[in-house]
């Protein structure tokens, strides 16, 4: 069974910095591409930053809205992957969810990597808040 368990979420005030951690089991970690993805009260789910696996080059990539705030790395050897998250905005409040994709064509997945079919299994998400 696979299981992705996110930890690290939290409240914070405006300028702080967060590191979100995805733990994932049941499958061979390094074969997967790794994101991690936002949702807001109301509002649909975004895609955040992903980091491909090794032999996939390790491409890694982010959203514009997080882009040199946010940095995205992976510890194979512990099965997780982790997002830091510095400067944090009330605008960054959202449920905070891992996903993770296993081995995409890698044309096709480094066009469309923020889509949401591409992520076989999902985590429950942990939460963010951010206060002015």
């Known amino acids: 069974q696979v299981q992705l368990v996110e930890s690290g979420g939290g409240s914070v005030e405006s300028g702080s910095s967060l590191r979100l951690s995805c733990l994932i089991s049941g499958v061979t970690f390094g074969h997967l591409n790794v994101a991690w993805f936002r949702q807001a009260p109301g509002k649909e789910r975004q895609f955040v930053a992903t980091i491909m696996w090794s032999g996939g080059g390790g491409n890694i990539y982010y959203a514009d809205s997080i882009q040199g705030r946010f940095i995205i790395s992976r510890d194979d050897a512990k099965n997780t992957a982790f997002l830091e998250m510095n400067n944090l905005k009330p605008e960054d409040t959202a449920v905070y969810l891992c996903?993770?994709?296993?081995?995409?064509?890698?044309?096709?997945?480094?066009?469309?990597?923020?889509?949401?079919?591409?992520?076989?299994?999902w985590g429950q998400g942990t939460q963010v808040t951010v206060s002015p």
């Open positions: 996903a993770a994709a296993r081995l995409p064509s890698y044309r096709e997945y480094t066009q469309t990597y923020y889509a949401t079919f591409w992520y076989d299994f």
